[in-house]
């Protein structure tokens, strides 16, 4: 049972908050998932830094009182998928524990002190010690809450295991492990009904058998034969069901449901990595957990808009960096396609930031690595294991340790390590930052010519959405961050693969150091082109995680900012250039982009490169129906043309084989004019989770989309909706993202709307002085009225 709704909130620590008698009708009423340190101004003076994007932490209690008849035998568990951090649970004023790692998900057995009638959850989320993290956190229980009741015999939290061997087109034998945990005083006969079910919800498998379970807990093993398998792949994600009943000589039953895939995984270095008998590179992101103006309480649309924009990029992977993630993002990797490097830790027993995780590895790290590896392990998105990022001076002894319990737990995955040093102990060798190098990678492949290699965090590269410079840049040299102050770029530069400068001059106007060019060359080491034809032209290289699918909130390199524009997309989950940049290498849909925009008032005659990126073999760029010339992709992986301004339209046209494949085009605006809006959907739920985004353009009188328009646009919202963010992805505007008003920042912003419980007409109208303003309707239905 959902546990979300109506709770009480109080910010701050008091006394007496954990008892059942204690009076919190003054606090707060709010729904989970829910994070209060993004519902706080930023302020530059917050301990969290620049590390937490300068939002607070502090204190928090959570209560919610229910009703509840107690039913003989009947075991009631509470689960949190995830607090953040240091939380403690109360019910009833009885203690059940603390778990201070504010990524794990657990569960607590209250049955004992359920009553009939009233009862009370109290929950304590401590993130006062700033700052907890490297990136922003989030502070509270930001994920899911849920209510588990069962009979006397039931299959705990996590309690199955299921893989596959001896896979064919033909069959695949199915492996299921099942844990019955006996809560009567005495041995019992159970029968085990198990059917497993296709992706079209068809019962392909069936059996049942007699199982004598003692008190406490029995592991139990099948075997099935599945006929035909269909394989789990990026292409064809198909998903089987398993069903368990257990049912007591007395005709009670209970049910629990897993899920999983079939499929084949191999990695070494002669053949890279190897899914289905097919060799594949991993084409990946890197993601925190934050979602711009939802903070780490992200709702599923949210998180599913999100993914899908990666999959429609030609994304294959994502990595979880660097903690478990909400259990729902691999479901949704598990049905859209993705695979996932899942990441236990950031850092071991050494804190990085000075009141992380590490303070509390020593005592935690085993439960909670065994707790992350038994929630996640029948996802077939799930490709691989990692056991930390970027560990300083990590214990050798203690890697393999860490690998033990993995191995002891799942055996069905590699295990890796981003920056795994000589990786003694992982069955793949993680490169950050150091592999984009020149020479590194080839020079480990040479010293250890049997380990595969992967880029779990490469590359690193920086775009703001608008913004253009014609000469490369690279973060060391031009824009430093805070562990780069002082290093002398004479010494520096070698370990750089250099890109060539667009133009002799800067032809386009400086604007804030903090913002970076959208072109591929604003770099820290190598830019995305030249890394992913190192990536091609390695075997033993298996692939990259780029640094990172979205912006997020905190570790500004360059401050006060509230990030660094490492994202192919910014904080409204807008595209950069380089999101197209990456469709052309990564996804085979034909494709073609140009940039920069085309309006540049007073530029008239200076001569701008234009870039084209297309996975078609041949482009012509045409200026105002006059063609500029056709010219053929090569291992550049753009096009360039050095074009004279004039105002009018730029197109280009893909063309393979003679026939055109795809089309593209930008064309110079006026004045801005009017407010355009752009909604994701038209229709939602009523269920308090839907959420509609809503892109938000300043356009000209005829329509255009003014590139470097800045005008404040104000929403007002009718009927049963909440605004529950805003966001233009300017990373330093430190506007409150949580108000009902936003400034385009290059011609758009972003709204979104959750809806209520109550069905109806939502109206968003939104205006600018000055401006046209523009009234849109979605239609939010009961659920049993969903089309």
């Known amino acids: ?115 009939t009638g009233k009862n009370v959850i109290a929950v304590k989320a401590d993130n006062s010690r700033l700052p907890s993290g490297r990136w922003y956190t989030g502070s509270g229980i930001y994920r899911h809450v849920w209510l588990r009741v069962t009979g006397a015999i039931y299959i705990p939290q996590w309690g199955t295991y299921i893989t596959t061997s001896n896979v064919s087109p033909q069959k695949a034998d199915v492996h299921i492990q099942t844990e019955i945990q006996n809560k009567s005083n005495v041995a019992r006969v159970i029968r085990l009904q198990t059917d497993i079910f296709s992706s079209d919800n068809k019962k392909v498998l069936t059996q049942s058998e007699r199982v004598t379970v003692d008190t406490g807990l029995t592991n139990w093993r099948q075997k099935m034969v599945l006929p035909n398998p269909r394989y789990w792949s990026p292409e064809t994600p198909e998903i089987y069901k398993v069903v368990h009943r257990i049912i007591y000589s007395d005709n009670k039953e209970e049910s629990y449901i897993s899920y999983f895939g079939v499929r084949t995984i191999e990695v070494n270095a002669k053949d890279g990595f190897v899914l289905n008998g097919r060799r594949i590179k991993l084409n ?68 990085k930031a000075p009141y992380d995780y590490g303070l509390y590895f020593k005592e935690w790290w085993k439960k909670d690595l065994t707790d992350f590896i038994k929630r996640d392990r029948n996802h077939p ?49 993680g490169f950050n930052g150091e592999g984009e190098m020149p020479g590194v990678l080839e020079t480990f492949h040479q010293q250890h010519p049997d380990k595969p290699l992967l880029g779990t965090e490469i590359t690193h590269t920086l775009q703001t959405r608008g913004v253009y410079y014609a000469r490369t840049s690279y973060r060391t040299r031009d824009f430093p961050a805070p562990w780069e102050e002082g290093v002398k770029w004479e010494d520096f530069k070698s370990k750089v693969f250099p890109i060539p400068d667009l133009s002799e001059k800067e032809v386009f106007k400086k604007q804030s150091i903090f913002y970076q060019s959208s072109y591929d060359n604003a770099i820290v080491r190598i830019g995305v082109r030249d890394q992913h034809n190192r990536t091609e032209a390695f075997p033993f290289f298996i692939g990259t995680f780029r640094w990172s699918g979205f912006d997020y909130l905190g570790e500004a390199a360059i401050q006060p900012a509230r990030t660094a524009n490492f994202g192919i997309l910014d904080l409204c989950g807008f595209p950069k250039d380089h999101y197209y940049l990456y469709q052309s290498l990564w996804s085979s849909t034909p494709m073609v982009h140009l940039l920069p925009h085309w309006t540049h008032p007073g530029m008239e005659g200076v001569t701008i490169p234009v870039v084209v990126y297309s996975n078609a073999p041949e482009v012509e760029l045409l200026l105002n129906k006059r063609s500029l010339g056709e010219q053929t992709m090569d291992t550049s ?68 989309m003014v590139p470097e328009a800045n005008n404040l646009v104000k929403f007002k919202l009718k009927g049963p909706g909440k605004i529950i963010g805003v966001e233009n992805g300017d990373i330093i505007d430190f506007s409150s993202m949580k108000a009902e008003e936003r400034k385009a920042f290059k011609g758009k912003c972003l709204v979104m709307i959750q809806t209520t419980l109550e069905p109806g007409n939502i109206e968003l109208t939104a205006t600018s002085d000055g401006l046209k303003s523009q009234t849109i309707t979605f239609s939010s239905l009961s659920k049993s009225n969903k089309k």
């Not at 938000?696 to 009188?701: H, L, N, P, R």
Request: glycine share 8%; hydrophobic share 40%.
């Open 1 to 115: 049972m959902n546990f979300d709704f109506d709770w009480r909130f109080h910010l701050g620590d008091i006394a007496g908050a954990s008892e059942m008698s204690y009076d919190d009708a003054s606090w707060r009423q709010l729904d989970l998932p829910h994070d209060w340190s993004i519902e706080q101004p930023f302020d530059l003076d917050n301990p969290s830094g620049w590390r937490g994007g300068y939002l607070p932490g502090g204190i928090g209690w959570y209560r919610k009182t229910f009703e509840w008849k107690k039913q003989k035998d009947s075991h009631v568990m509470i689960q949190f998928d995830g607090v953040y951090m240091n939380s403690e649970v109360w019910i009833n004023g009885h203690y059940l524990g603390k778990r201070p790692y504010g990524y794990i998900s657990f569960e607590y057995d209250i049955t004992p002190y359920l009553k």
């Open 381 to 429: 998105s799930i490709i691989m294991w990692s056991i930390g990022n970027e560990v300083p001076r990590f214990n050798v002894e203690l890697q393999k340790h860490l690998v033990e319990v993995v191995k002891s737990l799942d055996t069905t995955r590699p295990v890796t390590q981003a920056r795994s040093g000589e990786g003694r102990y992982v069955d793949v060798v």
């Open 637 to 704: 992986r753009q096009l360039v043309w050095m074009v004279p301004y004039e105002p009018g339209t730029l197109e280009a046209v893909a063309r393979k084989d003679g026939k055109i494949v795809a089309k593209t085009s930008v064309t110079t605006a006026g004045a801005p004019a009017a407010i355009r809006l752009i909604p994701d959907k038209q229709q939602v739920v009523a269920d308090k989770r839907s959420v509609i985004h809503v892109e938000v353009q300043i356009t000209d009188a005829q329509g255009i």
């Open 284 to 351: 990946g992101v890197c993601n925190h957990h934050d979602a711009g103006p939802v903070g780490a309480a992200v709702p599923e649309d949210v998180l599913y808009r999100r993914l899908k924009l990666l999959k429609a990029m030609g994304c294959n992977a994502i990595r979880t960096t660097h903690n478990p993630a909400a259990p729902e993002l691999y479901a949704m990797c598990d049905t859209l396609g993705i695979m996932v490097l899942d990441e236990a830790f950031d850092g071991w027993d050494k804190p």
